[in-house]
């Protein structure tokens, strides 16, 4: 008898006694990854300034791609052709990708979304428009051979005031993944992960949830926020969420990035997050610390001859100083590169102090050194002072 080794398996390892955080390793076809993790952005098969290899030896496990963006350049045939996208951009590691519908938003002048699916403008000057149906956005994925690929949803931007529109995408958010895990050709080697929508609206988001936790599943998105919305209807709706959601799966809140931000989720219970800004903001000077961001381009570096961060253990810190940095800043490719790594390595260094501090059963007391580090006047904005009382974590 033979037995089908499963795309994913989920084991938790320990569990905040006091908040929703934990601390888990998902095992996906390319290699394993701990959760909580944060998964830097590489777009179109590159993470702007490092090269697959750097990332390997930076320990980085995961990243994520663009179905959109890839499907329309090189194309799927392309990719299909090149053994899939790990082959095509020479990485080891678990890949995941989002599955377009994110556009809807991004481009959304571009595109008219029907039941069938979204026609898009072309960004491909070869191609006048693309339309993006559950099933091609599925067939796009298949080729790029993700470990984890996205359900196509209907976006709504978080601030639409229409609630018939949004109750509108959260059912036909439902009826895409279904035409979507019918149209999945990889099972064996590839995770659907539904995605939540509603936005705004507690009894939308619990139908979504509850909608998507009927299928057979491996994993949840969270989708629709960090769109503009305030943090304190953010953080709500990530709680109701994660409350929803099976405990045993794991759960990726969509578009999520900054420090505070991933700290106040994985204690509402999140174990994956992705984001452009720590590579982003570092193309535009910008270098992420405990203490907040320094902007390089200014004045006061130029004559600062300390790292950016004395306690980081990459390599930009250990050679290279504010000063030499700002002159550099948004001028060279190789400040891109040192500012970059920097980043990355903060965000790989906060998931892993968070996961240590679950494991220890520290968590609370990590959580409130990291806020007053980051706010020492105490001054602490309300949504993080609610988002973590909500989760029974008192700050000092």
């Known amino acids: 008898m033979t037995t089908t080794k499963s795309p994913l398996i989920f084991n938790i390892v320990a569990e905040c006694p006091t908040s929703k955080a934990r601390v888990s390793r998902m095992t996906l076809h390319h290699g394993s990854v701990d959760l909580p993790v944060f998964m830097p952005v590489g777009t179109q098969g590159t993470l702007k300034g490092m090269l697959p290899e750097q990332l390997e030896k930076l320990g980085l496990q995961i990243m994520l791609a663009n179905t959109y963006h890839l499907g329309t350049k090189p194309g799927p045939e392309i990719l299909e052709q090149a053994g899939g996208l790990h082959k095509f951009m020479n990485w080891n590691g678990c890949l995941l990708t989002d599955s377009g519908g994110f556009q809807m938003v991004s481009l959304l002048k571009l595109a008219e979304i029907t039941e069938e699916g979204v026609r898009f403008q072309s960004l491909n000057e070869h191609k006048a428009e693309v339309m993006l149906t559950p099933e091609h956005s599925i067939g796009i994925q298949n080729a790029i051979g993700a470990d984890i690929i996205m359900q196509l949803d209907d976006v709504v931007k978080t601030t639409n005031p229409n609630k018939k529109r949004i109750e509108e995408s959260v059912h036909r958010t439902t009826r895409w993944l279904d ?183 520290k968590f609370p007391q990590f959580v409130a050194k990291f806020m007053l580090d980051l706010y020492p006047d105490k001054n602490y904005p309300t949504w993080i002072r609610d988002s973590l009382s909500a989760v029974n974590i008192k700050l000092l």
């Open 179 to 361: 035409r979507c895990l019918k149209a999945h050709k990889k099972p064996d080697t590839q995770n659907i992960f539904p995605i939540v929508q509603g936005t705004l609206y507690e009894d939308l988001r619990e139908q979504s949830a509850k909608d998507h936790i009927q299928r057979d599943v491996r994993g949840f998105a969270i989708g629709g926020l960090s769109g503009g919305e305030s943090k304190d209807d953010f953080w709500r709706m990530v709680h109701l969420s994660t409350d929803i959601l099976p405990k045993e799966k794991p759960r990726y809140l969509m578009g999520v990035g900054f420090a505070e931000d991933l700290v106040v989720c994985c204690a509402l219970g999140v174990d994956m997050f992705d984001c452009v800004f720590p590579t982003r903001t570092a193309r535009f000077g910008c270098a992420l610390t405990r203490t907040g961001q320094l902007n390089l381009k200014k004045e006061q570096f130029k004559k600062d001859f300390r790292p950016i961060d004395e306690n980081c253990p990459c390599n930009t810190c250990k050679n290279y100083t504010r000063a030499y940095l700002s002159g550099i800043v948004t001028v060279l490719p190789v400040a891109c590169h040192l500012i970059t790594e920097h980043n990355l390595v903060f965000q790989m260094s906060l998931m892993k102090d968070i996961r240590e501090s679950i494991k220890t059963n």
